[in-house]
């Protein structure tokens, strides 16, 4: 093994100071007697490269290059051979997968940026230090007019001039300056490049000269990453989640090679995840703006063909610290709402924590629970006569963290570009903001007549821990509809596809105890508990580019795999006999067979449905809605895949296209899509709650002949969701009918 020269034990020491214990220095090669002696990758020594103490950095923009169509030599020194090429065009591959702008550092002989320019790309950026080979770059500009040149000047002079989250993919490869940078100067670029890097952007990077020395001492290419990358990697601030596995490439050099000898090399792969919490330092957070990269895809509720704009601020004043973005004013909408009731004194003066004091309509589990009351569970459709139903809150509510399943994001690009995805519990004055229009809407709903239940209460603010995976907070019950579904006499606990709603249901427990006490006829079902480990998931799903997923929308490939039976009860919609289940991120084909197997005993056909157009795809209630019999609300930019319509068609339904959003802005952490404006609450034939600003959807609905009862509930978007998404029917008056009897 090779030992550490005490020059780079020094520096590695200085670089990693106050690093947690877990990161050891790598070994690297020993210092040989004669600098100037050139080496044989058999043993191990330095080629030529000078001490730091005698070569000043700078100096190597000033040196001459000897170039000819099979090598580059800068000051003797043998920098790039031709051979390389196959194993370039592949690093190239790698850089250039999320589209939109590339950098590149070190221009070398051009194979790599010529490889690079045969991709699909926005921007490609090119940082050369040496003067002889930037001419040569120049010219290469001018032949491809999306490069931009930058130099001749050392990559740390370049990338300051770069702005944070501003890069989707990057290549490195350049030569070491002097010995002690042999096999780790690709680690100070990394840790600056982390910096500029957008969230879910790649990089990969080259070091053949080191790789060349180390491969004689690894039997594999995994014990090699493992002790000379792996501790580096994490020193320079990325986390596990974010290295990839890397990729073994073939090569062949010739036997004249000086520093290579192997038959194939390493290819890292570094994906940006942007999810390590706010930090106030400036670029700790890469940006996110709507480009082909795959961050415009993390919306929980589906992906709108065109984005919608960002959210101005409330505020008047510029907010330029996370209190102010964050503040009790603040909430990322517009402020044209009306006012509901609010409690005469702030939650600071209650005396009580907020769950003392929320929710304040409806029945929480302790007073149901006294009360004694019998409630017959039954709910065949979307659409019968509401008799009860629960309403979720916001109590101790979190921020979802980010997993292979859900990869949260900050949706205006500007406060994203200066602050990671915040990890724990929400401000208080935003839960209660969320808490009094839910509050509101069991109101509304009770006078109505309905019977109002409301969940316990849990504090999702601690980890979760089980043999499989960890998360470091779980999230939140206000969206009752993803957890539970009644069909029929049955109650249904999902399985839920995300790690941090693994327990949501148990919020709920209580209610659906009481019911099944109280209702003898009454079935409690609960799905298969996942394992939810990393075989469960499909993490490179998103960071494919929009392009990609395009091309593919068709093969319905999403985030989770099938090793689970995944499902969330937001999937499904109820008709009669027939219920509609969405293949999504959050539903798969082994979830859709569980519930077709275990549902045909009790008389409830099972139907796959798919959304080719929705390239995120996630709950139902924002692209499909069941109004009533013969009736669909459908989304016009993503609509049913045909072979699915046929079942509708064929039973004479109509489909009806929402109208476009009247507010598409959203609070700055809402994981939902625009397309909230369609997430209405149906409590009888001829009876929909929207929420209050979506007035186009209210005249369409007015128009087909429905009372529409108009609500505001903006402040519960951050919380994953609008009407029908925080309720859950556990009874309306209705029976089983056949609504499709043409299969």
């Not at 014990?223 to 986390?239: C, D, I, M, R, V």
């Not at 194939?264 to 330092?281: E, K, Q, W, Y």
Request: glycine share 6%.
């Amino acid at each position: 093994m090779y030992t550490f020269n005490r020059r780079c034990l020094f520096q590695w020491v200085r670089q990693n100071r106050g690093v947690r214990a877990s990161v050891k220095p790598p070994p690297l090669a020993r210092r040989v007697q004669s600098p100037a002696a050139h080496f044989s990758t058999a043993s191990g020594e330095y080629h030529g490269l000078r001490a730091e103490e005698d070569f000043e950095k700078r100096a190597w923009t000033e040196q001459s290059e000897t170039y000819d169509e099979e090598r580059l030599d800068i000051d003797g020194h043998p920098v790039m051979q031709v051979w390389e090429s196959n194993y370039m065009a592949e690093l190239a591959k790698i850089a250039t997968s999320q589209g939109g702008r590339v950098l590149e550092v070190g221009f070398g002989m051009g194979i790599s940026a010529t490889a690079v320019q045969q991709h699909e790309i926005d921007e490609h950026i090119i940082m050369e230090a040496n003067a002889d080979v930037f001419k040569r770059l120049q010219a290469f500009a001018v032949k491809y007019p999306k490069t931009t040149p930058m130099g001749p000047a050392l990559w740390q002079d370049s990338i300051a001039k770069l702005e944070d989250a501003s890069i989707d993919g990057i290549l490195y490869d350049t030569y070491p300056l002097n010995k002690e940078e042999q096999h780790v100067h690709q680690f100070d670029f990394l840790r600056e490049a982390r910096r500029v890097l957008k969230p879910g952007g790649i990089l990969t990077y080259c070091n053949l000269t080191s790789l060349g020395v180390l491969k004689n001492q690894y039997d594999s290419w995994e014990k090699l990453f493992e002790e000379t990358q792996l501790n580096h990697l994490l020193s320079a601030g990325y986390t596990k989640e974010e290295i990839k596995p890397f990729e073994v490439i073939p090569v062949d050099p010739p036997a004249t090679c000086e520093y290579y000898t192997h038959r194939t090399a390493l290819a890292p792969v570094i994906r940006r995840t942007g999810t390590r919490g706010f930090s106030s330092v400036g670029g700790a957070r890469a940006g996110r703006s709507f480009s082909s990269s795959a961050r415009a895809f993390t919306t929980v509720r589906g992906f709108a063909s065109s984005p919608p704009p960002p959210p101005p601020p409330v505020s008047p004043r510029p907010a330029d610290r996370v209190s102010e973005l964050y503040d009790d004013d603040y909430h990322g909408m517009s402020e044209e709402i009306t006012p509901v009731h609010h409690p005469t004194e702030q939650v600071e003066r209650y005396g009580v924590p907020l769950e003392e004091f929320y929710p304040r309509e409806g029945l929480r589990p302790a007073d149901l629970i006294k009360s004694k009351r019998k409630i017959k569970v039954n709910a065949w459709t979307q659409w019968g006569d509401m008799n009860a139903i629960m309403v979720g809150h916001a109590n101790h509510a979190c921020f979802p963290p980010s997993t292979p399943g859900f990869r949260p994001e900050i949706n205006d690009s500007k406060i994203a570009s200066w602050f990671d995805w915040p990890e724990g519990r929400k401000k208080d004055a935003v839960v209660e903001r969320a808490n009094i229009e839910l509050d509101n809407l069991s109101k509304v709903l009770e006078e109505q007549g309905i019977t109002v239940l409301r969940p316990g209460n849990l504090d999702w603010k601690g980890p979760l821990k089980t043999p499989f995976f960890e998360v470091p907070n779980q999230y939140t019950h206000t969206c009752v509809r993803d957890s539970l579904v009644t069909m029929g006499n049955i109650v249904l606990e999902a399985a839920m596809s995300r790690r941090d709603r693994y327990f949501e249901s148990l919020a709920f427990r209580s209610v659906i105890r009481h019911l099944y006490k109280h209702d003898k006829d009454m079935l409690w079902k609960s799905a298969p508990k996942p394992m939810l480990g990393d075989e469960s998931f499909n993490d490179e799903w998103w960071y494919q580019s929009e392009k990609e997923r395009y091309k593919k929308m068709h093969d319905y490939n999403f985030c989770i795999t099938e090793t689970d039976v995944l499902f969330d009860a937001a999937d499904i919609m109820r008709a009669g006999k027939d219920i509609f289940v969405q293949h999504s991120t959050t539903c798969n084909l082994s979830g859709i067979e569980w519930l077709s197997r275990e549902l045909k005993p009790h008389g409830i056909r099972v139907h796959k449905v798919r959304f080719p157009y929705d390239l995120c795809p996630s709950h139902l209630d924002c692209t499909f809605q069941l109004l009533r019999p013969g009736l669909v609300l459908t989304n016009p930019e993503r609509p049913i895949a045909d072979e699915d319509a046929k079942i509708f068609k064929d039973n004479g339904w109509e489909f009806v296209n929402a109208p476009q959003p009247n507010n598409p802005e959203r609070p700055i952490f809402s994981q939902s899509s625009k397309w909230l404006s369609m997430n209405i609450l149906p409590i009888g034939r001829n009876k929909i709650v929207v929420e209050e600003q979506e007035t186009n959807t209210q005249d369409l609905l007015r128009n087909l002949g429905f009372e529409v009862i108009a609500v505001p509930f903006r402040n519960v978007y951050e919380f994953g969701g609008s009407l029908h998404c925080a309720t859950w029917d556990i009874s309306r008056e209705e029976s089983c009918e056949d609504f499709f009897p043409i299969q």
